[in-house]
Nanobody, 118 residues
Framework: QVQLVESGGGLVQAGGSLRLSCVAS????????RGWYRQAPGKQRELVAV???????TYADSVKGRLTISEDNAKNTVYLQMNSLKPEDTAVYYC????????????WGRGTQVTVSS
């Protein structure tokens, strides 16, 4: 059974930092494109950052220069380092794994809440 488990969310003041972790079990995480998404109340889920199988990264314009996605393949884990946080970063952050071989394999974590106070 595949599981993605996020941790590291919490309440932080504007300008502060958090590091989110996502540990995968049941899959070799590095064989997937791995991403972080977020969903704020009343808004659609949006892509924050993605790291490919090859290690290349892509970021939403709104987080460039502040959030960094990274991987530790030995631990089957991806991270999201979040610096210079803003109130508009408040959301539930979800971990995602995606792969297409003959058919699509896609998995989501349950999310971790990040709240940034002004």
């Amino acid at each position: 059974q595949v599981q993605l488990v996020e941790s590291g969310g919490g309440l932080v003041q504007a300008g502060g930092s958090l590091r989110l972790s996502c540990v995968a079990s049941g899959i070799t995480f590095s064989n997937y494109a791995r991403g972080w998404y977020r969903q704020a109340p009343g808004k659609q889920r949006e892509l924050v950052a993605v790291i490919s199988k090859g290690g290349s990264t892509t970021y939403a314009d709104s987080v460039k220069g502040r959030l960094t996605i990274s991987e530790d393949n030995a631990k089957n884990t991806v991270y999201l380092q979040m610096n210079s946080l803003k109130p508009e970063d408040t959301a539930v952050y979800y971990c995602h794994a995606d792969r297409y071989i003959i058919r699509r394999y896609e998995y989501w974590g349950r999310g971790t809440q990040v709240t940034v106070s002004s």
